[in-house]
């Protein structure tokens, strides 16, 4: 398995941004596709973008299409979500995530997580 660390959370107003990485050990990061989850207070984590492991395709949650960008630096093991026009709604705990592929990260869940960082969006 891969060992996740995310960072780049943080405090931000409505409408602006912020951009999450997520570093990646192992040689083996190139071969994993990769996806973000995020869990608000009191629901369940939810599915918001996974990219294949050629960067070449990605899948987003119906909530955040237009707003974020899913992608990678194979090169430096490491994943990113660009956040744009945040909303309060999109205040959350969010985590890295790692899988065979894209599908399996959207339907069955991926094999490995991050600790999470904090994104909160204030009104």
């Known amino acids: 398995q891969v060992q996740l660390v995310e960072s780049g959370g943080g405090l931000v107003q409505a409408g602006g941004s912020l951009r999450l990485s997520c570093a990646a050990s192992g040689r083996t990061f190139r071969s994993y596709a990769m996806g973000w989850f995020r869990q608000a207070p009191g629901k369940e984590r939810e599915f918001v973008a996974a990219i294949r492991w050629s960067g070449g395709n990605t899948d987003y949650a119906d909530s955040v299409k237009g707003r974020f960008t899913i992608s990678r630096d194979n090169a430096k093991n490491t994943v990113f979500l660009q956040m744009n026009s945040l909303k309060p709604e999109d205040t959350a705990v969010y985590y890295c995530?790692?899988?065979?592929?894209?599908?399996?990260?959207?339907?069955?869940?991926?094999?490995?997580w991050g600790q999470g960082t904090q994104v909160t969006v204030s009104s």
């Open positions: 995530a790692a899988g065979r592929n894209t599908q399996q990260i959207v339907t069955e869940g991926p094999d490995s």
